[in-house]
């Protein structure tokens, strides 16, 4: 079992940053990929950005490549997502969630765990 706790949203100006978190329980953490989800209102929830375990593969959606970066720290049972100019359309409440195999890092169905979400408002 994990458990994952969001934290890190919030009001932003366009052109800003954020950096969110995501805390998972459970001691083995490091073993699973983890993947950063949107939900904004009226839409269906979306891939943002997915880690292996190891962190030796990256993913992002083409809406925020070279703008977001995931990254996680094992040793702290952490995943991050470094939000930088950001924009009025990525507004949303970001999720993070967990799950056991490596493939199909982009499909939503395919994670096991989620957190409760963090509203990010980017104002124009």
């Known amino acids: 079992q994990v458990q994952l706790v969001e934290s890190g949203g919030g009001l932003v100006q366009a052109g800003g940053s954020l950096r969110l978190s995501c805390a998972a329980s459970?001691?083995?953490?490091?073993?699973?990929?983890m993947g950063w989800f949107r939900q904004a209102p009226g839409k269906e929830r979306e891939f943002v950005a997915a880690?292996?375990?190891?962190?030796?593969?990256?993913y992002y959606a083409d809406s925020v490549k070279g703008r977001f970066t995931i990254s996680r720290d094992n040793a702290q049972n952490t995943v991050a997502l470094q939000m930088n100019s950001l924009k009025p359309e990525d507004t949303a409440v970001y999720y993070c969630?967990?799950?056991?195999?490596?493939?199909?890092?982009?499909?939503?169905?395919?994670?096991?765990?989620w957190g409760q979400g963090t509203q990010v408002t980017v104002s124009s």
């Open positions: 459970g001691r083995t953490f490091s073993r699973y990929a």
């Open positions: 880690m292996t375990w190891s962190g030796g593969s990256t």
């Open positions: 969630a967990a799950k056991a195999q490596f493939y199909d890092l982009r499909v939503l169905t395919s994670y096991n765990y």
